[in-house]
């Protein structure tokens, strides 16, 4: 089966037709918003980074075994996937030379319409140098440490579990059960972001 129309028949079952894009809290009815990189020391340096990324690593692994399977999809906004993310995301890169890709049309309350290209990739947690990846996913928001352009989203398919670290701000998990979510609700419950907090306590508490 074509890994597009596999991923689209998986999702669809799962998800339903909302499409997998910015705001991924806001447009799922079952989520948590966590905080990465804490608000009230937000000073760019290397110890800042090692903490954020210590609480996304911390809660990847709490949702994703080594052997699982899972869909890595990247939502690149730029016509060369070399532009996705230079030199500092070569695990996913390397993978792209055998993942599908297409187009879609973007729609954005917030910009006027354009295309993304979509690269999906189905492997094993095991092969992906995660922290590495989220590493450079942090850094991409401060000072212009590097070019990673896009959202990289992981799904797994065991627990219908989509992870989606943004940059060093804030990383959302989205199930379609609560019961999924309902381990890191309780035990990072002090690392959820106290904006969204309110919506999340209603769902889970």
């Avoid at 937000?42 to 990847?60: G, L, P, Q, S, W």
């Avoid at 690149?76 to 030379?97: H, R, T, Y």
């Avoid at 729609?107 to 995660?130: A, L, M, Y």
Wanted: charged share 30%; glycine share 4%; net charge negative.
């Amino acid at each position: 089966m074509d890994l597009k129309v596999e991923f689209d028949k998986f999702y669809e079952s799962r998800f339903g037709k909302q499409e997998l894009l910015f705001r991924l809290f806001y447009s799922f009815p079952i989520g948590i918003r966590f905080e990465i990189g804490k608000s009230n020391t937000r000073v760019y340096d290397e110890e800042y980074v090692k903490n954020a990324c210590r609480r996304a690593i911390t809660i990847f692994s709490e949702l994703f075994d080594n052997d699982d399977t899972i869909f890595v999809v990247v939502n690149s906004f730029e016509d060369d996937p070399n532009d996705l993310a230079g030199d500092v995301a070569s695990d996913v890169l390397s993978l792209i030379s055998h993942q599908n890709k297409c187009k879609f049309p973007f729609n954005s309350q917030e910009e006027e319409d354009f295309s993304c290209t979509r690269h999906i990739v189905q492997t094993f947690v095991k092969d992906i140098q995660i922290e590495k990846l989220i590493e450079n996913i942090i850094w991409s928001d401060i000072d212009g440490r590097n070019n990673l352009k896009g959202c990289v989203y992981f799904i797994n398919p065991k627990n219908n579990i989509i992870y989606w670290l943004y940059d060093d701000r804030g990383l959302d998990v989205i199930s379609n059960e609560k019961t999924n979510l309902n381990p890191i609700y309780i035990k990072f419950n002090s690392w959820i972001l106290n904006y969204d907090r309110e919506k999340i306590d209603r769902v889970f508490a």
